[in-house]
């Protein structure tokens, strides 16, 4: 597997080839459709109107360092990591899940469907781990230029894993958020999406954030357009206009903790593809050659090792 860390790249090793994976979810099924293009899909979360506290930013503990805190229920951390080291917002764009079936000669849509089987697995990883936050890109808004065919099989998916999983999620303490431009799904998404996160909004185990639809670029127009309207109608002045201001009109604003510690790619690509553009400030990058639906407990161990490593400065320097 290709892993990289910034400054300093590491070893490559052999990627694992795909195996189903027992897991405490169910997988649903869908039917096969004519070829398709990459990428699992999943969805945007209705971002409340929340008012963050004005407040320095404490860049090397509160808001971005991770911490031990592990809730009752988990299991112990594979040999290699610390739990005091952990992060606690773990941030995935899933790739190569059509590369995966067109490799393997399986019918369209196969790769879709073993990628959320790979989900399915890091999210309990994350459950068991005492990870607070993952958020996981499904579907970008350039993708509704996709073939029709591909964009209605993964919106059929989406739609049956919401489905399927909504009832361990609300068992097993999982919030689920979905952030983007939800006006494009279809209407039963919607409201199946609306009601998954009332249904969850109450749990504190593990935040799960869906990105669907979603631009990173115009998070952050959508967020300048609020703040300025609010400058316009009098409520705030042009000098109270800050970083604190512009993070609580980011779509992210869902989460306690906004700012992922770590983000893995799969499938070898070394781009951030629009994704979270803002938040990725100070966020530890880790690209794994590993297509989507091969990627699981082996890999991710490997990045988060890859994490532990690292030294975090901030713009600081080591005295």
Not at 187 to 201: C, G, H, P, V
Not at 230 to 238: E, F, P, R, S
Not at 285 to 294: G, I, R, T
Request: charged share 25%.
């Amino acid at each position: 597997m290709l892993s990289l860390r910034f400054p300093i790249s590491f070893e490559n090793s052999l990627i694992t080839p795909f195996k189903p994976r027992p897991s405490r979810f169910q997988t649903p099924t869908v039917q096969s459709l004519p070829r398709l293009s990459s990428s699992l899909s999943l969805p945007r979360a209705t971002t409340a109107g929340v008012v963050l506290k004005e407040e320095d930013r404490e860049l090397s503990n509160n808001r971005f360092a991770p911490r031990g805190d592990f809730p009752p229920g988990g299991e112990p951390l594979p040999a290699g990591l610390q739990r005091e080291l952990m992060p606690r917002h773990v941030a995935v764009i899933m790739d190569g899940n059509v590369r995966w079936e067109r490799r393997r000669g399986l019918p369209a849509g196969s790769g879709h469907e073993a990628g959320a089987r790979s989900l399915r697995e890091l999210v309990e990883l994350c459950w068991k781990w005492g990870i607070r936050v993952l958020t996981v890109f499904a579907f970008s808004y350039d993708n509704w230029v996709r073939p029709q065919v591909e964009v209605d099989f993964l919106m059929n998916l989406f739609e049956k894993m919401t489905s399927s999983e909504i009832d361990s999620f609300a068992r097993d303490g999982i919030r689920i958020s979905v952030i983007g431009d939800l006006s494009k799904l279809p209407n039963s998404l919607q409201k199946l999406i609306s009601d998954a996160e009332d249904r969850t909004k109450g749990n504190f185990r593990l935040h799960l954030i869906v990105a669907v639809s979603y631009s990173g670029k115009y998070d952050i127009v959508q967020a300048c357009k609020n703040i300025s309207q609010k400058v316009k109608d009098g409520l705030i002045q042009v000098d109270d206009v800050n970083e604190s201001f512009i993070e609580q009109e980011l779509e992210t604003n869902c989460t306690e903790f906004p700012y992922p510690d770590l983000l893995i790619r799969t499938s070898g690509e070394l781009r951030v593809s629009n994704f979270l553009l803002w938040q990725l400030a100070y966020t530890e990058f880790f690209f794994v050659s590993a297509l989507w639906p091969d990627f699981g407990k082996a890999e991710f161990v490997e990045a988060l090792i890859s994490f532990q490593q690292r030294q975090r400065r901030y713009g600081g320097r080591d005295l």
